[in-house]
Protein backbone atom coordinates (compact mmCIF):
# COMPACT_ATOMS: atom_id res chain seq x y z
CA UNK A 1 0.00 0.00 0.00
CA UNK A 2 1.55 3.36 -1.39
CA UNK A 3 1.54 6.16 1.46
CA UNK A 4 2.57 9.46 1.33
CA UNK A 5 2.73 11.15 4.76
CA UNK A 6 3.27 14.93 4.92
CA UNK A 7 5.17 16.91 8.20
CA UNK A 8 6.28 20.31 9.17
CA UNK A 9 3.19 21.94 9.16
CA UNK A 10 1.56 24.26 11.40
CA UNK A 11 1.55 28.13 12.61
CA UNK A 12 4.09 30.59 11.36
CA UNK A 13 4.20 34.34 11.63
CA UNK A 14 4.04 36.15 8.31
CA UNK A 15 7.88 36.69 7.08
CA UNK A 16 8.85 33.41 8.90
CA UNK A 17 9.46 29.96 6.92
CA UNK A 18 8.83 26.39 7.05
CA UNK A 19 9.94 23.33 5.57
CA UNK A 20 7.17 20.74 4.45
CA UNK A 21 8.77 16.75 4.20
CA UNK A 22 6.26 14.73 1.98
CA UNK A 23 8.07 10.88 2.76
CA UNK A 24 6.44 7.80 0.73
CA UNK A 25 6.37 4.58 1.79
CA UNK A 26 5.49 1.60 -0.52
CA UNK A 27 6.71 2.88 -3.76
CA UNK A 28 10.04 3.75 -4.87
CA UNK A 29 9.97 7.71 -5.84
CA UNK A 30 13.13 7.91 -7.87
CA UNK A 31 10.66 7.61 -10.67
CA UNK A 32 8.28 9.30 -10.45
CA UNK A 33 7.30 13.27 -10.41
CA UNK A 34 5.77 14.99 -6.82
CA UNK A 35 3.94 17.84 -6.92
CA UNK A 36 2.74 19.94 -3.61
CA UNK A 37 -0.39 21.59 -3.88
CA UNK A 38 -2.93 23.58 -1.66
CA UNK A 39 -6.04 24.60 -0.50
CA UNK A 40 -7.87 27.14 0.67
CA UNK A 41 -11.44 27.15 2.46
CA UNK A 42 -13.67 28.01 -0.51
CA UNK A 43 -11.21 27.82 -2.73
CA UNK A 44 -10.36 24.69 -5.33
CA UNK A 45 -6.87 22.69 -4.84
CA UNK A 46 -3.52 24.60 -6.62
CA UNK A 47 -0.59 23.49 -7.67
CA UNK A 48 2.15 25.33 -5.71
CA UNK A 49 5.44 22.94 -7.12
CA UNK A 50 6.48 20.27 -8.85
CA UNK A 51 9.22 18.34 -9.70
CA UNK A 52 10.37 15.84 -12.28
CA UNK A 53 11.40 12.14 -11.53
CA UNK A 54 15.09 13.72 -11.94
CA UNK A 55 15.00 16.55 -10.22
CA UNK A 56 16.15 18.22 -13.35
CA UNK A 57 12.75 19.75 -14.01
CA UNK A 58 10.89 22.16 -11.48
CA UNK A 59 7.67 24.54 -11.83
CA UNK A 60 6.78 27.20 -9.63
CA UNK A 61 3.30 29.03 -9.34
CA UNK A 62 3.82 32.44 -10.06
CA UNK A 63 2.20 33.46 -6.24
CA UNK A 64 5.45 31.37 -4.84
CA UNK A 65 8.20 31.82 -7.15
CA UNK A 66 11.16 33.21 -5.55
CA UNK A 67 10.02 32.11 -2.16
CA UNK A 68 9.33 27.97 -1.79
CA UNK A 69 11.85 25.56 -3.19
CA UNK A 70 10.97 22.02 -3.95
CA UNK A 71 13.79 19.57 -3.56
CA UNK A 72 14.08 15.95 -3.64
CA UNK A 73 16.00 13.22 -1.47
CA UNK A 74 15.54 10.10 -3.11
CA UNK A 75 18.11 8.01 -0.98
CA UNK A 76 15.10 9.02 2.16
CA UNK A 77 11.92 8.36 -0.60
CA UNK A 78 10.90 12.16 0.84
CA UNK A 79 9.91 15.38 -1.16
CA UNK A 80 10.61 18.54 0.30
CA UNK A 81 8.72 22.27 0.21
CA UNK A 82 11.30 24.73 1.82
CA UNK A 83 8.41 27.44 2.13
CA UNK A 84 10.20 31.45 3.04
CA UNK A 85 9.03 34.76 3.30
CA UNK A 86 5.49 33.07 4.43
CA UNK A 87 2.66 35.44 3.46
CA UNK A 88 -0.58 35.55 5.19
CA UNK A 89 -2.26 34.22 1.55
CA UNK A 90 -0.14 31.33 2.16
CA UNK A 91 -2.30 29.94 4.66
CA UNK A 92 -3.92 26.38 3.21
CA UNK A 93 -3.79 23.02 3.63
CA UNK A 94 -0.93 21.49 1.76
CA UNK A 95 -0.82 17.96 0.07
CA UNK A 96 1.92 16.02 -1.82
CA UNK A 97 0.96 14.28 -4.91
CA UNK A 98 3.09 11.64 -6.42
CA UNK A 99 2.58 10.07 -9.98
CA UNK A 100 4.34 8.69 -13.12
CA UNK A 101 3.90 12.12 -14.93
CA UNK A 102 5.39 15.71 -14.37
CA UNK A 103 1.64 17.51 -14.07
CA UNK A 104 0.35 20.49 -13.01
CA UNK A 105 -2.87 19.36 -12.52
CA UNK A 106 -4.67 17.12 -9.30
CA UNK A 107 -6.25 13.98 -11.82
CA UNK A 108 -2.61 13.29 -13.08
CA UNK A 109 -0.96 12.34 -10.00
CA UNK A 110 -2.22 9.07 -8.55
CA UNK A 111 -1.30 9.25 -4.79
CA UNK A 112 -1.75 11.55 -2.12
CA UNK A 113 -0.81 12.32 1.05
CA UNK A 114 -3.51 13.07 3.66
CA UNK A 115 -2.78 17.22 3.64
CA UNK A 116 -1.06 19.27 6.55
CA UNK A 117 -2.38 22.76 7.69
CA UNK A 118 0.27 25.65 7.67
CA UNK A 119 -1.43 28.96 8.86
CA UNK A 120 0.22 32.20 8.48
CA UNK A 121 -0.50 34.79 11.08
CA UNK A 122 -0.34 38.25 9.81
Known amino acids: QVQLVESGGGLVQAGGSVRLSCAVN????????VGWFRQAPGKEREIVAAISWSGVGTYYADSVKGRFTISRDDAKNTVYLQMNSLKSEDTAVYYCAAGSIFALIPRRYDYWGQGIQVTVSS
Open 26 to 33: GRTLSKDA
